[in-house]
């Protein structure tokens, strides 16, 4: 059972556009939610992370919305960029006995045309 | 931001052999953990390692694997013997409070 679920798959946008990038978890005990971004042949770089406290954590052009009582997040990306290009990962772990294992979705390739 | 180092990029064995992967986390960091990624996908967690143990691993995580970090040295994934199964692309990561930094990842070929 995917405990991270991620959507969609793919996504296209053009230059300037805004991305939206959806995530939804099972475990209520999860309680930190990083997203990471990956490029091909590297490794995931974390890019922006929220805590359950906060319904809303903005970086830049990356802001993460989060709703716990639908168990849902999604990040988006403004003015979207060519190169932003890449698949982004939403994962999930839990503070209360943790043992600082992510959770990882299968992943958005987000594709960004100039 | 901080670097963790995988080396090498590349591994290519037959089946059978064993393989040492090895990793050198950031300096000052307590935890590491070693994630295996099949043709770009998932990210899956294996094991996890903290003062010189295992803290937690998956069902991913078989009797032919083991992790140690002798004397602060690298964080190693040993695999004996290697099945065709184990290839993937295998990332080392390393956290101090809770922020996991990734390496670049070994490719393992098995043969």
């Known amino acids: 059972q995917q405990q991270v679920r991620q959507s969609p798959q793919s996504l296209t946008v053009w230059e300037g556009e805004t991305a939206i990038l959806n995530c939804s978890y099972e475990?209520?005990?999860?309680?930190?939610f990083p997203w990471y971004q990956q490029f091909p042949g590297e490794g995931p770089a974390l890019l922006i992370a929220i805590r359950s406290v906060s319904d809303k954590k903005e970086d830049g052009r990356f802001t993460i919305f989060f709703n716990k009582r639908e168990k849902k997040l999604s990040l988006h990306i403004t003015d979207s960029q060519p190169g932003d290009s890449a698949t982004y990962f939403c994962a999930a772990s839990a503070s209360t006995g943790n043992t600082g294992k992510l959770i990882f979705g299968l992943g958005t390739t987000l594709q960004v045309q100039p | 931001g901080p670097k963790v180092l995988q080396i090498p990029s590349h591994q290519i064995i037959d089946m059978g052999q064993m393989v040492t992967l090895n990793c050198d986390p950031v300096s000052n960091h307590l935890y590491f953990y070693w994630y295996k990624q099949i043709l770009g996908q998932q990210m899956e967690f294996l094991v996890n390692f903290y003062n010189g143990k295992v803290m937690e691993k998956s069902k991913l995580f078989k009797d032919q694997f083991s992790v140690e970090r002798p004397d602060g040295s690298y964080f190693t994934l040993k695999i004996q013997p290697t099945a065709l199964e184990d290839s993937a692309v295998y990332f080392c990561a390393s956290s101090s409070e809770g922020t996991l930094y990734f390496g670049s990842g070994t490719r393992l070929t098995v043969l």
């Open positions: 475990n209520s005990a999860f309680d930190y």
